[in-house]
């Protein structure tokens, strides 16, 4: 049972400090380098849209924001630059379990001022939610996190648990796990598409091949211990509604948004399927870029096929945004 405080000031006061931050957890670095994380994906400076259009959407959806914020699992700020910008609320707290992380966000604001939040900062595993006061936040935000927590349900509990009456747990950039079975699905007809084609398979190709397809079948699966693995789960919207639902949080689910649809100039991120599917082998699983233009020439019937097929609607659902509001009491 977590202490009562008067305050968030009250409560962070109390809080260990380690290197200047906060402490909740022990330090846990992530499982590869995090200075190549922005390098990975081509970031080379802050990024505003993101936290801006996950701020415009709380205020959409008349999410209390009079209390302070906690985003869990910063990375490299891609998220956490925009929303201490524009989150009206009165403190933020950003978190990540590797110190390295936190850095590498820390730096995203040398220089900069004009931040309504007061920013601090924590070493915070997800799974040590219990140490937070009851009731103390309006918004719980996640950027592509969910999917590294092993035990969902009790981090959504949790979540409830500190959240106020009307705030909200928002999270973006989640797998959903019937938009990679399908990903999965059309990538293993690659190879036979390849020989008909008169191209022979190279073992690089077929390593990044199956590394991508036993990911996919890992995170599908929930009879396996996952303890020890970086990317643990995939989802479905349902499930994510059924269990807010147990704890009194009510979802509303954006498929194939991401935060920055809800920022000027409210352009939708996702194109098509086939453009989501080659951005991913491409850039989160480093297909080499021969075998990449290969498969924009020979698998191009096929992706033609599920574009046509969601030419009018969005899908299929490959990643999304939950809003959980918690229901008053």
């Known amino acids: 049972m977590s202490i009562v405080f008067d305050?968030?000031?009250?409560?962070?006061?109390?809080?260990p400090k380690w290197r200047g931050w906060l402490q909740l957890s022990p330090a846990r670095p992530y499982m590869h380098a995090e200075e190549a994380y922005d390098i990975q994906y081509g970031l080379t400076a802050p990024e505003v849209g993101e936290g801006q259009g996950l701020?415009?959407?709380l205020q959409t959806h008349r999410v209390d924001t009079t209390g302070p914020a906690l985003e869990i699992g910063c990375g490299s700020g891609y998220l956490t630059y925009g929303l201490a910008r524009h989150y009206p609320g009165p403190d933020l707290l950003i978190t990540d379990p590797s110190p390295a992380f936190l850095r590498l966000t820390q730096r995203q604001f040398d220089g900069a001022s004009d931040f309504a939040a007061c920013r601090h900062y924590a070493v915070l595993n997800a799974d040590d939610l219990h140490l937070l006061p009851t009731g103390m936040f309006s918004v719980i935000a996640l950027r592509s996190t969910l999917h590294h927590i092993?035990?969902?349900?009790?981090?959504?509990?949790?979540?409830?648990?500190?959240?106020?009456?009307?705030?909200?747990?928002?999270?973006?950039a989640e797998p959903c796990e019937s938009g990679y079975l399908l990903m999965a699905a059309v990538a293993q007809s690659i190879p036979n598409a390849l020989k008909a084609a008169g191209v022979d398979m190279l073992p690089a190709w077929t390593e990044r091949l199956n590394d991508f397809t036993d990911t996919v079948k890992f995170c599908c699966l929930r009879d396996i211990e996952?303890?020890?693995?970086?990317?643990?789960?995939?989802?479905s919207p349902h499930q994510l509604a059924g269990l807010g639902a147990a704890h009194g949080l009510q979802?509303?689910?954006?498929?194939?948004?991401?935060?920055?649809?809800?920022?000027p100039p409210y352009i939708h991120s996702f194109h098509c399927f086939s453009n989501s599917f080659l951005i991913y082998l491409q850039y989160c699983m480093s297909f080499p870029v021969d075998f990449m233009t290969l498969i924009r020439v020979h698998l191009k019937d096929q992706l033609r096929f599920i574009d046509e097929c969601h030419r009018s609607h969005p899908g299929p659902d490959i990643t999304g945004v939950f809003l959980f509001k918690k229901l008053p009491s």
């Not at 996952?226 to 989802?235: R, S, V």
């Open 7 to 15: 305050s968030f000031s009250d409560w962070i006061q109390q809080l």
């Open 55 to 57: 701020c415009a959407l």
């Open 150 to 172: 092993l035990k969902v349900d009790d981090f959504i509990a949790a979540c409830a648990r500190i959240l106020r009456p009307s705030g909200a747990l928002i999270m973006g």
């Open 226 to 235: 996952k303890a020890t693995a970086e990317d643990k789960h995939f989802f």
């Open 251 to 263: 979802l509303q689910f954006f498929p194939t948004a991401s935060f920055r649809d809800f920022a």
